[in-house]
């Protein structure tokens, strides 16, 4: 456990360092209009703003139904991989890695591949194919060669996914609305 933590602390102080003495925040003008608004009536008017973007509000809803969806997978997948081997923790560990890996693997795609113009196509069919070959290969799978596949498929596209969806939120919402907005989703996504 203590080269864990220290491991995890070690990335902790890396990107506390990179964050505070590489990265610039370019500063932002901000009216007197917004600067006087309090916090309720911010959080009003971007809730006003998603309901007249039926779009945007569509986007952040049926995303949280699929995370709803996501957060029954992820809490099921270690009781399911132990009540299946028996509790073996080295079968959950490599079945957890793989999915990790492969969300790594699909990060690095991400900037490798080239921009489409139809994201809301690809998200769909990303999603698809996610949820139909990963979580029924895993639903079927018997050991953790299978799970370990099934996690590897169902994971790499995964970022694809949200590097879209984040694209149509940046991209589509005002900047100046994008913190409220962006909030919203939030508060949508854990509700």
Known sequence: MEPIIAIDLSTFVFEFVALVFFVKIPSVHVSREIKKDGLWKQCKSGMQYLF?????????????????????YNTNLGPMVLS??????????????????????????????????????LILNVMTFSFLFGDSLLGIGHNYYVWTIAVF????????????????????????MQGRVFSARIFYNIC
């Open 84 to 121: 299946r081997t028996d509790n073996n923790y080295n079968e959950l560990g490599i079945v957890s890695s793989t999915e990790s890996i492969a969300v790594l693997i699909g990060s690095l795609l991400v900037v490798k591949m080239p921009q489409t113009s139809k994201r809301i196509p």
């Open 153 to 176: 498929v169902g994971s790499l596209l995964v970022p694809l996914l949200m590097a879209n969806v984040d694209h149509i939120m940046r991209t589509k919402v005002p900047f100046e």
């Open 52 to 72: 007249k973007s039926r779009g945007i509000f569509s986007l952040i809803l049926f995303m949280a139904f699929v995370n709803f969806i996501a957060a029954i």
